[in-house]
Structure formats: structure tokens, C-alpha cells
């Protein structure tokens, strides 16, 4: 919520051993994202439980660099439900 309007939805999953950070925007919110994520990030190295964060991304994605700055490193290509996603793991500690 942002001035009591709805932008989107997120937050921290556990899938395994892994904490999974996922974000989804409403179209004209989009711009908001970099800043959600720094906050959330900023949340994720100040938990111990938290080593690393993986986030996926479809291959569509192209403007990765600030994700990349940030120290994400891709691992590999996985698929859910017929769709290939490219994950990416960000070291919190």
C-alpha cells in the first residue's frame, strides 16, 4: 500500500533451505520497485535466519544491472508449471 492505494504485493518465501524475495507491481507502481527491494534486502541481511535470498526472473527480463550491482549472481534455469525462470542468488551475510 503506498497513501492507502494498492501497488502490489511481496515479500520473503521459504521454498527448502532457501529464502525466495519476490515482488509484483501494479503497472503505473513500477517505478517503486528498486526502492521495495533495497528495503526488503536491507531486512533480509539484518535476520541471521537469512544467508541468501534467490529471486527468478523470466527471461524476458532484460535490464538486470541493478540487480547485479546489488551482488546477485545467476545460478541456473529452472521451470514451474511449463515456464523457464532464471534464478539469481544475493548473499545477505
Known amino acids: 500500500m503506498s497513501d492507502e492505494a494498492y501497488i502490489g ?5 521459504k521454498e527448502g533451505t532457501e529464502w525466495d524475495f519476490g515482488l509484483v507491481l501494479t ?3 513500477f517505478g517503486l520497485g528498486m526502492l521495495i527491494s533495497r528495503k ?4 533480509a ?3 541471521p535466519r537469512i544467508e541468501f535470498v534467490t529471486v527468478l526472473l523470466p527471461p524476458s527480463r532484460r535490464n538486470l544491472g541493478a540487480l547485479v550491482r546489488a551482488g ?13 525462470f532464471r ?3 544475493l548473499e545477505t551475510s
Open 72 to 84: 546477485a549472481k545467476f545460478t541456473k534455469e529452472i521451470e514451474y508449471d511449463g515456464q523457464v
Open 27 to 29: 503497472p503505473g507502481n
Open 87 to 89: 534464478k539469481y542468488r
Open 9 to 13: 504485493w511481496g515479500g520473503f518465501q
Open 40 to 43: 526488503a534486502i536491507a531486512f
Open 45 to 47: 541481511k539484518a535476520d
